[in-house]
């Protein structure tokens, strides 16, 4: 087993003491994973038996952060997907404390784990991988989503094979475009990060993802980080130049595509459009189908009225959430202005 340093602290999934609480028709199970807001956990809807993943996201963390808006995009965001190779939200929940995003469960693991303990992946299957990152991130440049932290740990791989990119935390509706047409926020994680973020210019939502792909393309041909370095500011130099080790032993294809790429100019960077055209990621490829389907997402009224689920209420099997259309909600307070989710106390009983 290959143990590679791809530059993330390694949490083990964990069991948790919550395992086993009830949330609704849902039971809480084990940790799948720590994202930037929360965690996420496995979950089974008691009635159907299907399994579900669960962000819990605290909500004093996101009102002391600054971020509320930041979480209601991501709802606003993940509302409008779906796609084969994106994670699905399901429905949202909320107690006075939390919002539980009820998720699509993916059988698999993260490509970082698969990559961590496996090493490289043949080329032909971190192209089949690539081509569907790049199927699943372009379909959500077409909605006018940007993911701004595409990442290892963010791409799950299911028992199919399948890829499907999760966690939308970071990512911007158009609205946050400036009149110069470029987004203006610093994020996502160092060495996936664009130059022009780091550089702190404005810049191209898509752009700056197609940058993310490439390393994510080059650690899954690879095995190893294009950009990598313990002093932060060295990496940042290593990135901002575009310096990275291109190994010979890659075929030629994968080698020109890489350079396209990870160009550190945004402006001759290679465009979704251009990559679905590039004669290496055109072998074999097979673009996803998908179909918009009907909005059939539902909101608890308590994410927006905060009402603290107790220990009890949230064990009871009988505490069954009044669910009313995400979108009516979402809509109601227009897709951005979900003000009443966080900030005002309205009081609901259980029944
Ligand atoms: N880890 C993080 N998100 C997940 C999901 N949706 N399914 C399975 N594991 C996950």
Redesign the pocket.
């Known amino acids: 087993m290959v143990i590679l340093n791809l530059g993330k602290k390694q949490n083990k999934k964990k069991l948790h003491s919550g395992e086993g609480v009830r949330l609704g028709k849902y039971e809480l199970g084990r940790i799948?994973?720590e994202g930037n807001f929360g965690k996420?956990k496995f979950a089974r809807n008691t009635d159907s038996g299907q399994p579900y993943?669960i962000?819990i996201i605290d909500k004093n963390k996101i009102i002391d952060l600054n971020i509320t808006n930041q979480i209601k995009r991501e709802i606003c965001a993940l509302k409008l997907l779906r796609h084969p190779n994106v994670?699905k939200l399901y429905e949202v929940l909320a107690s006075k404390t939390k919002i539980y995003m009820v998720?699509?469960?993916?059988t698999g693991e993260?490509l970082f784990d698969k990559i961590a303990s496996k090493g490289k992946l043949p080329e032909g299957e971190g192209r089949k991988l690539f081509q569907q990152l790049i199927d699943g991130v372009s379909y959500c440049h077409s909605k006018g989503v940007f993911h701004r932290d595409l990442k290892l740990e963010n791409v799950?791989v299911d028992a199919k094979g399948n890829l499907k990119i999760?966690d939308f935390g970071l990512s911007a509706l158009p609205q946050q475009f400036r009149a110069d047409g470029l987004l203006h926020t610093t994020c996502g994680s160092a060495n996936y990060v664009a130059p022009e973020i780091l550089a702190n210019r404005g810049y191209n939502g898509a752009s700056s993802d197609v940058w993310s792909c490439g390393v994510i393309l080059y650690v899954v041909l690879t095995g190893f980080l294009p950009f990598d370095d313990r002093n932060l500011a060295v990496l940042y130099q290593k990135v901002l130049k575009g310096d990275f080790q291109k190994p010979k032993w890659l075929s030629a294809g994968a080698q020109n595509i890489i350079k396209r790429i990870l160009d550190p100019n945004p402006k001759t960077r290679i465009t979704m459009a251009e990559i679905k055209e590039d004669l290496w990621f055109k072998e074999g490829y097979n673009q996803a189908y998908h179909e918009d389907e009907e909005d059939g997402v539902y909101v608890d009224d308590q994410a927006f009225n905060i009402h603290e689920l107790s220990h009890e209420e949230e064990k009871s099997s009988s505490q069954s959430p009044i669910r009313i259309n995400a979108f009516q909600l979402i809509g109601m307070s227009s897709c951005l202005d979900l003000s009443g989710f966080f900030e005002k106390e309205v009081r609901t009983e259980v029944s």
């Not at 998720?103 to 993916?106: A, D, I, N, R, T």
């Open positions: 799948l994973g996420v993943a962000k994670v998720l699509e469960y993916v993260e799950l999760t």
